[in-house]
């Protein structure tokens, strides 16, 4: 069973990521159809952003996980039988 802490923590990384979320199609999908002089302009990156970010987050995620697989290599290396 989980915690009250488990919970807790669950529920703030499924609301950051659900307020992440929703940023992010406003941005792409929505604010492409406003006019370029409305005030929501200002809350939001300029739009080259919407690609650049994502593709250093798939990076640094790519790195990361490749990191970990490298090191639980590493350490479950038998040693050679001569």
Do not use: C
Request: net charge positive; glycine share 8%; charged share 10%.
């Amino acid at each position: 069973m989980a915690t009250g802490a488990d919970r807790a923590v669950g529920m703030g990384l499924v609301g950051f990521s659900l307020l992440l979320f929703s940023y992010y199609t406003i941005w792409v999908v929505i604010l492409p159809f406003v006019d370029s002089d409305h005030v929501v302009h200002q809350y939001f990156l300029p739009r080259e952003y919407s690609v650049i970010l994502p593709g250093i987050a798939a990076l640094i995620l790519l790195l990361l996980v490749g990191t970990f697989i490298g090191v639980v290599m590493w350490k479950n290396r038998k040693p050679k039988v001569a």
